[in-house]
Each structure stands twice: as structure tokens, then as C-alpha cells.
């Protein structure tokens, strides 16, 4: 069976032909069968979606990107990398995330119970030859932000007293990261699950090394508009006032309503068709940050969770409507 994209109207194509170029929307994977008469036009079956799918979902008028999150259980060779990129138009993104050998400081046996500290935690080394490597080799110019999202660290790596050796030692890691691959350079950006390490030295960390904050929406975070402030101070110069500017991609992952967690939003939300809890605070700061970054001459990676309002597909819909205006 041959997976074929949803029909959309006139009104869903002209609003992806008023949406900026370089403003990159798309949700966190592409293989929900309850996206059928929104991303897809017929009944299909998660695994179809997952093996075939790609090629319809990057049709839509406004899913410019895609995020590949399965590269985080287990490394992905550089071959499954290029297959993703042979099924996309030249103009589609990835966003990849980085794997838990190399982002989660514990290693974890079954349901996630910890078992021990985990040697290769921020080793940079197997880090550019297991990931970056592989996947801009693999998906050239359609490579996005090389994410690397820090599962919440022990309470011993982010006191009071730890904290500044935690972020030091992430300012490594991101500093002997390779700075190219080929003709390519990479796109890393750093997504927080421990809200305490967002202070002023973690911003002037990221500053040095050249990677960028990315703004996750989590219930374990602060809400985007605080998050929106510190990549203002990684950014911005005192001679700008109000009028700041950004000096580098917007990178957003629009993971999870507040209060919820996943399985709690997964009940909730399941088969993902619909809008249920509109979170309107958070798509206003999300078009604010557009809105600055195309001022900025800086191109905006919006990934968006199905988790985050019922429907990643028409969060998205309603976000573009607001960033055209």
C-alpha cells in the first residue's frame, strides 16, 4: 500500500505560500494513523506511517521539517540518515536528536530505572563519530539542529555547588565537537530538562561555544516566555534596548501541555485529530520569537508535540495563521 498525502484546500496551500521560507515547522516524528484527513488521505497503520510515510507528510503546504527522535535510543547509521533524505523536497529539514549514550548522565535498564552512571555521558569523541558525523554525511544540506536534549541530571550534578561544574563540563563537550563535516557545519543546539541550570552562566557558556538555547516547552521547564528572556541574554547587546535582535537560529521544541506528563497527555490526546487544550500563552511567544528572528535575518526551527495541545498538525496550522498575520 502507498502511503498518499491529505488533500488541503486552497486556503491551507496559500498559507503555506505566505509562511516564510526559512520558517521551519514540523512535529516531532510523522507516524500518528489519527493524522488521516490531516497529514495522510487514507487509513494507515503506525508501522506503514513509520517505513513509508515520510514522502506524503513532507507534501503538506506547512511541514517544512520533521524531527528524528529514534537516533536517541540507539545510534543511526549514516545510510538510515540518507534514506530520510532521498523522500524529501531539497527545501526540507531535520531536526535529529542526539543519542542517550551520549546526553543522559544515567545508563537505564527497562521503563527507564537507573542503573548506573553512564562513562560515555558528554564524551565528545563517540559524540561526532556515532551522530554528527553520521547524520550530516547522511542527510546533507536537508540537516537541521543537531539536538542535544539533557534528560534531567542527578540532583548531585546541579546544586547550588555543582551547578558551574556541570556547565563547564557541557561547555567542553560543545566546544570539541567538530566544528565541520565536509562542507557542512553543524547546527547544535541544547534543550534543558533541569530548569535550575538556565541561569546567566549556562547563556554565557552556550554564547562561547557557539551553540544555541533551544526553547523546550515542558512541564519541567519555565514557561516559554521566561525561556524567551534568556535566549534574549545570549543574544542580545546592551546597545539594543527593545529592539534585540537574534545571532542565530531560533531553534523551539513544542513538547508538552503544561501541568501533563507524557503518558497522562498521550491518554489524553490520543488518536491526536484534535485541538483540545489550546495553550494560547505559549503560541503568542512562539510568534513573538518568529517575528524577532525574521527581523533578525535568522532562520526559525519550530518542532511541535502532539502532546503540546491534542494535534501537532493543527497547532501548527494555528501558529502559521498567526506568524502571517
Known amino acids: 500500500m502507498r502511503v498518499r498525502p491529505a488533500a488541503v484546500g486552497e486556503a491551507l496551500q496559500r498559507l503555506g505560500r505566505r509562511l516564510p521560507q526559512d520558517v521551519f515547522l514540523g512535529t516531532s516524528s510523522w507516524s500518528f494513523p489519527g493524522w488521516q484527513g490531516l497529514v ?12 513509508d510515510g515520510l514522502s506524503a507528510y ?19 547509521p549514516r545510510d538510515e540518515f540518507a534514506r530520510y533524505a532521498s ?10 536528536k542526539a543519542p542517550a549514550l551520549v546526553t543522559d548522565a544515567i545508563q537505564r535498564g527497562e521503563r527507564g530505572a537507573p ?23 547522511g542527510l546533507g544540506q536537508h540537516a537541521g539542529p543537531l539536538l542535544f536534549q539533557l534528560p534531567p541530571l542527578p540532583a548531585e550534578m546541579t546544586s547550588a555547588d555543582s551547578a558551574p561544574a556541570t556547565i563547564e563540563r557541557i ?3 560543545l566546544t570539541a ?9 553543524p547546527l547544535y543546539a541544547v534543550e534543558l530538562r533541569n530548569a535550575e541550570l538556565l541561569t546567566p552562566r549556562f547563556v554565557r557558556m552556550l554564547r562561547e561555544s557557539g551553540a544555541r538555547l533551544t526553547v523546550g516547552v515542558h512541564a519541567r521547564m519555565p514557561a516559554a516566555a521566561r525561556q524567551s528572556a534568556a535566549l534574549r541574554g545570549l543574544d542580545a547587546t546592551d546597545d539594543e534596548g527593545d529592539d534585540w535582535r537574534l545571532k542565530g537560529p531560533l531553534v523551539v521544541r513544542w513538547n508538552l501541555h503544561s501541568g501533563f506528563r507524557y503518558d497522562d497527555a498521550k491518554n489524553r490526546y490520543a488518536p491526536f485529530d484534535r485541538l483540545i487544550d489550546v495553550d494560547i500563552a505559549t503560541r503568542g511567544t512562539l510568534v513573538h520569537l518568529v517575528h524577532v528572528a525574521q527581523k533578525s535575518g ?13 494535534s501537532a498538525p493543527l497547532s501548527l496550522i494555528e501558529l502559521a495563521k498567526s506568524i502571517v498575520g
Do not use: T, W
Open 115 to 137: 542503573l548506573q552512571s553512564n562513562p560515555h555521558f558528554l564524551d565528545a569523541a563517540i559524540a561526532g563519530e556515532q551522530f554528527v558525523r553520521p547524520a550530516l554525511e
Open 58 to 76: 513532507a507534501q503538506h503546504p506547512l511541514l517544512r521539517m520533521v524531527g528524528i527522535d529514534r537516533g536517541y535510543y540507539q545510534p543511526m
Open 87 to 96: 523522500q524529501v523536497p531539497e527545501s526540507f529539514r531535520f531536526l535529529v
Open 40 to 51: 495522510y488521505a487514507d487509513a494507515c497503520s503506525e508501522s506503514l506511517l513509520a517505513r
Open 171 to 173: 561547555g567542553a563537550f
Open 298 to 310: 535568522q532562520p526559525s526551527f519550530i518542532i511541535a508535540n502532539n502532546k503540546a495541545e491534542g
Open 177 to 185: 565537537l567538530p566544528s565541520r563535516v565536509g562542507e557542512l557545519q
